[in-house]
């Protein structure tokens, strides 16, 4: 059973940027989409309230939702069997914990996540 390790969060003001890192410990991740998933702070305890922000398919393709759409990039690589999220031009909006997991998600992957906090 595979685990995640989410890194790179922390406070910054509206405008900044921030690099998240996720490292997932299964041997066949090149074989998996990934995704990055945030929570908002009201939203906290509920699963099926984690929004999916990013994807990045098994051939590097890559979908946004559309708040994020020209700011985040996600990106990954194999060896490292890591994925990325590049933040620029950050919102108080887009405060939230952030997660990495599958696409669709595993339950059993979820980690403790990143928190992100943009301050206006």
């Known amino acids: 059973q595979g685990q995640v390790v989410e890194s790179g969060g922390g406070l910054v003001q509206a405008g900044g940027s921030l690099r998240l890192a996720c490292a997932a410990s299964?041997?066949?991740?090149?074989?998996?989409?990934m995704g990055w998933y945030r929570q908002s702070p009201d939203k906290q305890g509920e699963l099926e309230q984690r929004?999916?922000?990013?994807?990045?398919?098994?051939?590097?393709?890559?979908h946004y939702i559309d708040s994020v759409k020209g700011r985040f990039t996600i990106s990954r690589d194999n060896v490292k069997r890591t994925v990325y999220l590049q933040m620029n031009s950050l919102k108080p909006e887009d405060t939230a914990v952030y997660y990495c997991n599958t696409h669709p998600y595993e339950r059993h992957y979820w980690g403790q996540g990143t928190q992100v906090t943009v301050s206006s």
């Open positions: 929004e999916l922000v990013a994807v990045i398919d098994t051939d590097f393709g890559t």
């Open positions: 299964w041997s066949d991740f090149r074989l998996d989409m």
